[in-house]
């Protein structure tokens, strides 16, 4: 009997809130008709910007990037970055197509263009707006970075970036970073962190150039410390 009155319970308040539901429904049709279409609008909206903005555009900014690329390549770094009055640079390309992924890849070109030219300041500011979800060119900005701040004396900045830079598991770019980290650690009397660098080159990646030459390193932070 017991159960039974259970039973009836649950199903009055399962029919109570059905009720209740739409009782609401019914008292803010209008509010929820509008939420609907504001929905549909911002949908269809999005859709529309990227099938007949982004798409296109995408395909123009692709074309417009190669001969700064090429620049690129050759190291004609202020070409690749302030074009050559006929084809556009890296720069002109984040203005007029800041919105594709091109127009984001630039950022990191710029930002490259900036560090090699000597131009610290500038370099940071560009890698720091470039994002990508491609992990080994991420690490490779996030280096970057590293470089900008250590040529600027900043060797917090560095170290930091280059922990960053690091975190990535990648024969050809994770030594070279752990490297640098390792001699600044050494720079700031962080012995342990640096032989910890270091140990991590000749464990993981001993076969890359930095780890054919760890050795040494780890003896004279040994000996040092």
């Known amino acids: 009997m017991a159960k039974k009155q259970q039973h009836e319970d649950s199903f009055e308040n399962v029919e109570s809130a059905l009720t209740k539901t739409e009782q609401f429904i019914e008292d803010n049709q209008r509010l929820i008709s509008f939420i609907a279409i504001a929905l549909i609008v911002i949908v269809a909206g999005y859709w529309a910007f990227k099938k007949l903005y982004v798409q296109p555009q995408q395909a123009e900014a692709q074309k417009n990037i190669f001969q700064a690329q090429q620049y690129f390549e050759k190291d004609s770094f202020n070409l690749a970055l302030n074009g050559d009055g006929m084809n556009p640079g890296f720069l002109e390309i984040i ?39 491609e992990p080994l060119l991420k690490a490779t900005a996030q280096g970057a970075i590293g470089d900008a701040y250590l040529e600027t004396g900043d060797t917090a900045g560095a170290i930091e970036w280059y922990r960053k830079a690091t975190s990535l598991d990648n024969e050809m770019i994770t030594p070279l970073y752990l490297f640098k980290l390792g001699l600044l650690y050494e720079e700031t009397g962080e012995k342990e962190k640096a032989l910890k660098a270091y140990s991590a080159i000749k464990k993981k990646y001993k076969e890359s ?7 040494k390193y780890i003896t004279r932070v040994k000996i040092s410390g």
Do not use: P, W
């Open 95 to 133: 203005d007029e197509y800041g919105a594709t992924d091109v127009g984001e890849l630039s950022e990191y070109y710029a930002g490259i263009c900036h560090l090699q030219m000597g131009n610290f300041e500038d370099a940071i500011k560009y890698l720091k707006g470039f994002s990508t979800d």
């Open 209 to 215: 150039t930095e780890g054919r030459q760890i050795d």
